[in-house]
C-alpha cells in the first residue's frame, strides 16, 4: 500500500471524506480565510506598486500583514484536512500541483518583502520608496494570486473528486 492509499483509507481521512458538514465547512472556512489572505496581499502590492501613496507605507503594511499571515494558516490548515479527505484525488490532481507550486513562490516572495520592508522601517526615518523592480515583483505577486485562485476553481472540475 502506498503512503497515498494509506492516508486516504485512515479514519482520519475517512470521517472527513464521509461526514455530511466537515467538507463543506472546510471549504466555506477556506473561501473566506483566502479572500483575507489574496486581498490584504494585494492592497500590500498595490501600495508597493504605487496606488494610494498618500498612505504612508509604514502605517499600512504592518497593519495588513499580520491579517494576511494569519489568514495563511487558516488557508493552509484547512486546505491540508480536505485534500487529506480525498488525497487520492488531490495527491495527483495537476491544478493542485501547480497551485501549491506557485503558492510556494508567492509565499518566498512575501517573506522576503516582509523581512527587507521592516528591516527598512527599523534602519530608515522616513517612509521606505519603493524601486521599479519592487513595483514589477509587486505587481507579478498579484497575478499569482489570481492563478491560485484559478487553479483552486478548477481543481473541482479537472481530476477532481466528483
Ligand atoms: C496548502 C495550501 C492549500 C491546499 C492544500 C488547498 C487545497 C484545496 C482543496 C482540497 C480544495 C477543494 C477542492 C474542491 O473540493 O472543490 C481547495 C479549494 C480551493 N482553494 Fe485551496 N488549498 C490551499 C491553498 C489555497 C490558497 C492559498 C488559495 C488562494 C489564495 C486557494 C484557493 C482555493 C479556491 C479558490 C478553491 C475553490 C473553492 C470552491 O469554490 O469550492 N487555496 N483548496
Given at each position: 500500500m502506498s503512503f497515498i492509499e494509506w492516508l486516504h483509507a485512515t479514519g482520519y481521512a475517512t470521517v472527513i471524506r464521509e461526514s455530511l458538514i466537515i467538507y463543506p465547512y472546510l471549504q466555506v472556512i477556506h473561501i473566506v480565510a483566502l479572500s483575507f489572505l489574496a486581498g490584504s496581499l494585494t492592497v500590500v502590492s498595490l501600495r508597493v506598486a504605487g496606488?494610494?501613496?498618500?498612505?504612508?507605507a509604514r502605517d499600512l503594511i504592518p497593519t495588513v500583514m499580520p491579517l494576511a499571515w494569519a489568514s495563511l494558516v487558516v488557508v493552509v490548515l484547512t486546505g491540508t484536512h480536505m485534500a487529506v479527505g480525498f488525497f487520492e484525488v488531490f495527491a495527483v490532481n495537476d491544478p493542485m500541483k501547480i497551485k501549491l507550486a506557485l503558492l510556494a513562490v508567492v509565499l518566498i516572495y512575501t517573506a522576503r518583502f516582509h523581512y527587507r520592508f521592516n528591516r527598512e522601517l527599523l534602519l530608515g526615518s522616513g517612509d521606505p520608496v519603493f524601486t521599479g523592480r519592487d513595483k514589477a515583483l509587486a505587481i507579478g505577486a498579484i497575478v499569482i494570486w489570481t492563478l491560485i485562485i484559478t487553479m483552486g476553481k478548477l481543481l473541482a472540475y479537472i481530476q477532481g473528486k466528483d
Open positions: 496606488l494610494g501613496s498618500r498612505i504612508p
